[in-house]
């Protein structure tokens, strides 16, 4: 049995848009803008969205929108997602990168929330 959880909405934008995009968001929800400390693609927006973080991810793409979920234990919860119609395209670092059915991306990561939030928020699958 394995745990996972919807963690972070992030808000893509080309590289080149993201301080402008990290101010706009900042200012439009009444929250800071706060870079994330060794991972400068990405600037926290604290507070915006109850039990989940928000965040503006600088990318060498297209702008969209994606979710992270948090999981305790990554190759499962990938697997389980895939079983259910999601496919691997990518990897880095830790992270797994999915495209749902329906073209969507998201991110199977490590779990980072609070032990508390997790064990409260996150549900089980397996057995």
């Not at 297209?62 to 305790?72: F, K, V």
């Not at 199977?108 to 508390?116: G, K, L, M, R, T």
């Amino acid at each position: 049995m394995h745990r996972s959880r919807v963690s972070v909405v992030l808000i893509d934008v080309p590289r080149a848009e993201a301080p402008a995009a990290a101010a706009f968001w900042s200012a439009a929800l009444g929250v800071p803008a706060r870079p994330v400390p060794s991972e400068e693609q990405f600037t926290s927006l604290p507070g915006a969205l109850p039990g989940l973080d928000l965040a503006v991810q600088a990318v060498d793409d297209s702008a969209r929108y994606h979710i992270d979920i948090e999981t305790d234990d990554l190759d499962a919860e990938t697997a389980r997602l895939i079983g259910l119609g999601a496919a691997e395209i990518d990897r880095w670092l830790d992270c797994r990168i999915l495209r749902a059915p329906g073209g969507h991306l998201l991110c199977v990561i490590p779990q980072h929330s609070d032990p508390a939030l997790f064990d409260r928020e996150a549900r089980a699958f397996g057995s």
